[in-house]
């Protein structure tokens, strides 16, 4: 059984940083390769792709409201992963719920596309 177990989350004031990591454990092989990623939903907003790696590549893709300030990067042994989510200079609209969730193969848009997610973890930035 394919398990994420998400931490970092937390409250920090505008500007500051956190470091959100995602331990994936007993996820199959897949000759597609896979993508991980994080996403987030805010209060009354739809889930949003935030940051995506692609395992075949190294391939990164943010959204355009981090570019430039949060950074993806991807950890694996055997069949587990660590997934982190970097935040840096972080604004009160990247309060959310952040979860980390993959698929075997490319990343693609959608959410319907990821197969596996986590429970979240909260992140709050206060002004």
């Known amino acids: 059984q394919v398990q994420f177990v998400e931490s970092g989350g937390g409250s920090v004031q505008a500007g500051g940083s956190l470091r959100l990591t995602c331990v994936v454990s007993?996820?199959?092989?897949?000759?597609?390769?896979?993508?991980m990623g994080w996403f987030r939903q805010a209060p009354g907003k739809e889930r949003e792709a935030v940051a995506r790696?692609?395992?075949?590549?190294?391939?990164?893709?943010?959204a355009d409201s981090v570019e430039g300030r949060f950074t993806i990067s991807r950890d694996s042994a055997k069949n587990i992963y660590t997934l982190t989510l970097q935040m840096n200079s972080l604004k009160p609209e990247d309060s959310a719920m952040y979860y980390c969730?993959?698929?075997?193969?490319?990343?693609?848009?959608?959410?319907?596309?990821?197969?596996?997610w986590g429970q979240g973890t909260r992140v709050t930035v206060s002004s």
């Open positions: 790696i692609y395992s075949g590549t190294g391939n990164t893709y943010y």
């Open positions: 007993n996820y199959p092989y897949s000759s597609m390769g896979t993508c």
């Open positions: 969730a993959a698929r075997d193969g490319i990343c693609l848009d959608g959410l319907h596309r990821y197969t596996y």
